[in-house]
């Protein structure tokens, strides 16, 4: 019987394992994909506080081998269900089934689509949800971004050093982006910005040729590209706990900042959990809380576990 059973390997669940393995109980992480999470597609992660310019990946490589050493073992297996026998928990991944006295959730949330017709079928051959990942693939052409959040504007900065011109498409005629980061792209002189549009269209038949947007005066656009970068937002990770632990209507699991469920022994961190401020550093904090929270569950101590240390 394993102590902490951790589901996603994102900078939450890291940091919930380091924490965990550190008040001595035994941890594995199940992993769907790769170690590492969401920020692994940011080139400069910006605002880690102490290093503004490590990358997602290097600083995610780090604190992986930190819980790695302190003894957390990380398994690749795909979550299916988890079903409560109030002792323990089951949970049940396409290999097998896993038996732990606590569960901490932190499974992130996904890019969303924008919904349009086609979308999926050009993903990764024209349709792209990371810029640092796929942007080399569009050198010396031109790409559209869509969104006006953080992550639309670092694809945005990044792609603006590869390509030869960025279209930012955002549907209202202000960013939710940083505006020291907006006032960085805007610099970069080879980006273009499409306010108060959506798209409506992909063009391209074969590959993608661009995008048809659509403006608040109802005038139609072509704007002709090679490539298009959706970074209009995420979804919450978390279809197979839907009826397990209580949901916010978008599917967040609802916690406090003590990050417990409406089940006994079932935490979240990270950016499946309802909170206003979802960043890596907020990641960090709930995966801290968890799993200190989650080892003293397991060893049966929960009621000290929020007292200041
Ligand atoms: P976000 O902040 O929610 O921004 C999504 C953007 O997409 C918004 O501008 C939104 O428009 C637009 N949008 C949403 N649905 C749309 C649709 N159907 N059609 C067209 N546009 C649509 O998401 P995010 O940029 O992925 O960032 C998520 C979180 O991660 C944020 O808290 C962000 O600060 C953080 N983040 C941090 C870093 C970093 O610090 N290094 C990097 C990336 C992301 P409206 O503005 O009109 O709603």
């Given at each position: 019987?394993?102590?902490?059973?951790?589901?996603?390997?994102?900078?939450?669940?890291?940091?919930?394992?380091?924490?965990?393995?550190?008040?001595?109980?035994?941890?594995?992480?199940?992993?769907?994909?790769?170690?590492?999470?969401?920020i692994?597609?940011?080139?400069?992660?910006?605002?880690?506080?102490?290093?503004?310019?490590?990358?997602?990946?290097?600083?995610m490589?780090?604190?992986?081998?930190?819980?790695?050493?302190?003894?957390?073992?990380?398994?690749?297996?795909?979550?299916?269900?988890?079903?409560?026998f109030e002792?323990?928990?089951?949970?049940?991944?396409?290999?097998?089934?896993?038996?732990?006295?606590?569960?901490?959730?932190?499974?992130?949330?996904?890019?969303?689509?924008?919904?349009?017709?086609?979308?999926?079928?050009?993903?990764?051959r024209?349709?792209?949800?990371?810029?640092?990942?796929?942007?080399?693939?569009?050198a010396g052409?031109d790409v559209i971004?869509?969104?006006?959040g953080?992550?639309?504007?670092?694809?945005?900065?990044?792609?603006?050093?590869?390509?030869?011109?960025?279209?930012?498409?955002?549907?209202?005629?202000?960013?939710?982006?940083?505006?020291?980061?907006?006032?960085?792209?805007?610099?970069?002189?080879?980006?273009?910005?499409?306010?108060?549009?959506?798209?409506?269209?992909?063009?391209?038949?074969?590959?993608?040729?661009?995008?048809?947007?659509?403006?608040?005066?109802?005038?139609?656009?072509e704007?002709?590209?090679?490539?298009?970068?959706?970074?209009?937002?995420?979804?919450?990770?978390?279809?197979?706990?839907?009826?397990?632990?209580?949901?916010?209507?978008?599917?967040?699991?609802?916690?406090g900042?003590?990050?417990m469920?409406?089940?006994?022994?079932?935490?979240?961190?990270?950016d499946?959990r309802?909170?206003?401020?979802?960043?890596?550093?907020?990641?960090?904090?709930?995966?801290?809380?968890?799993?200190n929270?989650?080892?003293?569950?397991?060893?049966?101590?929960?009621?000290?576990?929020?007292?200041d240390?």
């Amino acid at each position: 019987m394993i102590d902490v059973l951790i589901i996603g390997a994102g900078m939450a669940g890291l940091t919930a394992a380091i924490y965990a393995r550190r008040a001595n109980k035994s941890v594995v992480i199940l992993e769907e994909k790769t170690y590492g999470g969401q920020i692994l597609s940011t080139f400069t992660v910006g605002n880690w506080p102490g290093d503004p310019d490590v990358s997602g990946p290097d600083l995610m490589k780090k604190i992986y081998h930190h819980a790695n050493n302190l003894g957390a073992e990380i398994r690749y297996e795909k979550v299916i269900a988890v079903r409560d026998f109030e002792d323990y928990k089951e949970v049940e991944t396409d290999e097998g089934v896993v038996s732990a006295r606590a569960v901490i959730i932190a499974t992130g949330a996904i890019d969303r689509p924008l919904g349009l017709p086609r979308e999926a079928e050009f993903f990764g051959r024209g349709i792209s949800y990371c810029g640092t990942c796929d942007g080399a693939l569009y050198a010396g052409r031109d790409v559209i971004v869509v969104g006006g959040g953080n992550s639309a504007f670092y694809n945005a900065l990044y792609l603006a050093d590869v390509c030869s011109k960025v279209y930012i498409v955002h549907r209202r005629d202000e960013f939710r982006a940083d505006a020291m980061l907006v006032d960085k792209v805007r610099a970069k002189g080879n980006v273009e910005f499409v306010m108060s549009s959506w798209p409506v269209e992909i063009l391209g038949d074969e590959k993608i040729e661009g995008l048809v947007v659509e403006g608040v005066d109802g005038v139609r656009r072509e704007i002709l590209a090679s490539g298009i970068f959706v970074a209009v937002g995420k979804e919450p990770a978390t279809e197979a706990f839907r009826g397990f632990v209580k949901m916010d209507e978008a599917g967040y699991i609802i916690a406090g900042e003590e990050c417990m469920t409406s089940r006994d022994g079932v935490f979240v961190a990270g950016d499946c959990r309802t909170k206003c401020m979802k960043q890596l550093i907020t990641a960090a904090a709930d995966g801290a809380v968890a799993g200190n929270a989650a080892a003293a569950y397991a060893g049966k101590t929960l009621a000290a576990a929020c007292v200041d240390e």
